[in-house]
């Protein structure tokens, strides 16, 4: 069965980094786009970044261009988010998510999601 396991959050200082990961298995990693969620209390769920499934293309929301990068390691069917210079307003649970399926039939998959507090 398709499971995806983050790990890596916690509390961080304004301005430190954390780095999350998120493994995968029960699907082909390699032929699959990942992205990376986050939700903070009282908001949407907003998309953090992708990468597609070779690690060439990758695409990040406005506020943590710059601050935050997505990769992949194919050979061990993992997905990483390196954070750096981190904000309060970064605070959320942190999910990971691929879409197995197509148009016609979605089939959207979810990790448990990890939590990221950013506080002095």
């Known amino acids: 069965q398709v499971q995806l396991v983050e790990s890596g959050g916690g509390l961080a200082q304004p301005g430190g980094s954390l780095k999350l990961s998120c493994g995968a298995s029960?699907?082909?990693?390699?032929?699959?786009?990942m992205r990376w969620y986050r939700q903070a209390p009282g908001k949407e769920r907003e998309l953090v970044a992708a990468?597609?499934?070779?690690?060439?293309?990758?695409n990040y929301a406005e506020t943590v261009k710059g601050r935050f990068t997505i990769s992949r390691d194919n050979a061990n069917d993992t997905v990483y988010l390196q954070m750096n210079s981190l904000k309060p307003e970064d605070t959320a649970v942190y999910y990971c998510?691929?879409?197995?399926?197509?148009?016609?039939?979605?089939?959207?998959?979810w990790g448990q999601g990890t939590q990221v507090t950013v506080s002095s």
């Open positions: 998510n691929t879409n197995l399926g197509s148009s016609r039939y979605p089939r959207n998959y």
């Open positions: 029960g699907f082909t990693f390699s032929m699959s786009t």
């Open positions: 990468i597609d499934r070779v690690g060439s293309s990758t």
